[in-house]
């Protein structure tokens, strides 16, 4: 079954940077838009960016910038780079895969991003 495994958080200075990667294994991953979603407590769960199968990218306002999405179709990962962090992008980030045609959408278990001094 689809599977995705998120790595790389932990916690960073402000104005530090950090690099989040996700595994996918169980779907054929270079149809699949790929996504990083974030969810800080008490609020909802958020769009951050994604990255569709042919490449074109999308990055919510508030990190336009500053992240960077990529994707690795020989190795079936997505990453984020993010740059010049904030303590407000401090949340859990959420990998997602979505085929929308077929109404196909994962998630991975999430990884603690922490933004503090």
């Known amino acids: 079954q689809a599977q995705l495994v998120e790595s790389g958080g932990g916690l960073v200075q402000p104005g530090g940077s950090l690099r989040l990667s996700c595994a996918a294994s169980?779907?054929?991953?270079?149809?699949?838009?790929m996504g990083w979603y974030r969810q800080a407590p008490g609020l909802q769960r958020e769009l951050v960016a994604i990255i569709t199968s042919t490449g074109r990218t999308y990055y919510a306002d508030f990190v336009k910038g500053r992240f960077a999405i990529s994707r690795d179709n020989a190795k079936n990962t997505v990453s984020l780079q993010m740059n010049s962090l904030k303590a407000e992008d401090t949340a859990v980030y959420y990998c997602?895969?979505?085929?929308?045609?077929?109404?196909?959408?994962?998630w991975g278990q999430g990884t603690q991003v922490t933004v503090s001094s």
């Open positions: 997602n895969a979505e085929f929308s045609t077929k109404g196909f959408n994962y």
């Open positions: 169980g779907i054929i991953f270079s149809i699949y838009t």
